[in-house]
């Protein structure tokens, strides 16, 4: 088993930047991969980036590349959203969740993580 938490979300205004956390326990060894997801009222849980647990291959949805970094500190069990320029529009909730089964980074599609923080609110004012 694999528990995540997240943390870091907040209100914040256009332009501003946050950074989310997720720190894993249990049984991270069985990690493939780490996804942040983001769900908006009304609208499906869609994948906004995913890191390979080496940290050597990354996904970015369109709609946040080069805004967004993730990373991730496998000392720690942590991984890492780094949120900036933030606009309205990115006002969610989002989830950190882990890939013990090896598609999920390839595939960005939410069945593949298997494991799913309790998600943290992210607002973003005009």
């Known amino acids: 088993q694999v528990q995540l938490v997240e943390s870091g979300g907040g209100l914040v205004q256009a332009g501003d930047s946050l950074r989310l956390s997720c720190t894993t326990s249990?049984?991270?060894?069985?990690?493939?991969?780490m996804g942040w997801f983001r769900q908006a009222p009304g609208k499906e849980r869609n994948i906004v980036a995913a890191?390979?647990?080496?940290?050597?291959?990354?996904y970015y949805a369109n709609s946040v590349k080069g805004r967004f970094t993730i990373s991730r500190d496998n000392a720690k069990n942590t991984v890492y959203l780094q949120m900036n320029s933030l606009k309205p529009e990115d006002t969610a909730v989002y989830y950190c969740a882990a890939d013990t089964v090896g598609y999920g980074l390839g595939s960005g599609r939410v069945s593949d993580f298997g494991s799913w923080g309790q998600g943290t609110q992210v607002t973003v004012s005009s």
């Open positions: 249990g049984r991270t060894f069985s990690i493939a991969a």
């Open positions: 890191i390979s647990w080496s940290g050597k291959r990354l």
